[in-house]
T-cell receptor
């Protein structure tokens, strides 16, 4: 079974604060892929990152960074020096090797609000 | 980059009518498309997998006679909500997987359709 848990339903921060969004996943596959998507109020899903299960290196892209820990089945997302434009719902998603090609399992999402 | 176009972005219809939502891959051939449904403040739930030239595969609990999916070409999949009821009001979003890309390539999502049934 594939499952993604985002325990934080809503997070509010003030601009320039750092914020970490948690993601814990469950899968029996040895090969799997993890994703983060951003959904602004307009509704579209914006792809942020993809990670495969063989690559545990952390990644940094500008103010965004991701911490992949297989030992704890977590794939956390940190925004440094948050900005108002970061306000959105963020989804963590999992794609297992054994599942239908392309089928993503989404967490319930974390609503991030950044106040000026 | 790859783009998926979804139309309409918003639709309001009366109860009992049918609504068709289109999902087009603009610059790649999509052998497989996925239809998701999202209730307010909820996650995206997969409704069905649409394969070009064959019948769609529906997830458990999704009524195939109510949510008709047609994937007649490599660039177009349609979702028709038949005899819509207010409880069908939701955000519907499609995604497409280019046939040529590797398994772990990110899916491309449309901008979604907000359906309101009055």
């Amino acid at each position: 079974a594939q499952k993604v848990t985002q325990a934080q339903t809503e997070i509010s921060v003030v601009e320039k604060e750092d914020v970490t969004l948690d993601c814990v996943y469950e899968t029996r596959d040895t090969t799997y892929y993890l994703f983060w998507y951003k959904q602004p109020p307009s509704g579209e899903l914006v792809f942020l990152i993809r990670r495969n299960s063989f690559d545990e290196q952390n990644e940094i892209s500008g103010r965004y960074s991701w911490n992949f820990q297989k030992s704890t089945s977590s794939f956390n997302f940190t925004i440094t020096a948050s900005q108002v434009v970061d306000s959105a719902v963020y989804f963590c998603a999992l794609k297992g090797r054994g599942s239908t090609l392309g089928r993503l399992y989404f967490g319930r999402g974390t609503q991030l609000t950044v106040w000026p | 980059g790859a783009v998926v176009s979804q139309h309409p972005s918003r639709v309001i219809c009366k109860s009992g009518t049918s609504v068709k939502i289109e999902c087009r891959s603009l610059d790649f051939q999509a052998t497989t498309m996925f239809w998701y449904r999202q209730f307010p403040k909820q996650s995206l739930m997969l409704m069905a997998t649409s394969n070009e030239g064959s019948k769609a595969t529906y997830e458990q609990g999704v009524e195939k006679d109510k949510f008709l999916i047609n994937h007649a070409s490599l660039t177009l999949s349609t979702l028709t909500v038949t005899s819509a009821h207010p409880e069908d009001s939701s955000f519907y979003i499609c995604s497409a997987r280019p046939g040529q890309l590797s398994y772990n390539s990110p899916l491309h999502f449309g901008n979604g359709t907000r359906l309101t049934v009055t």
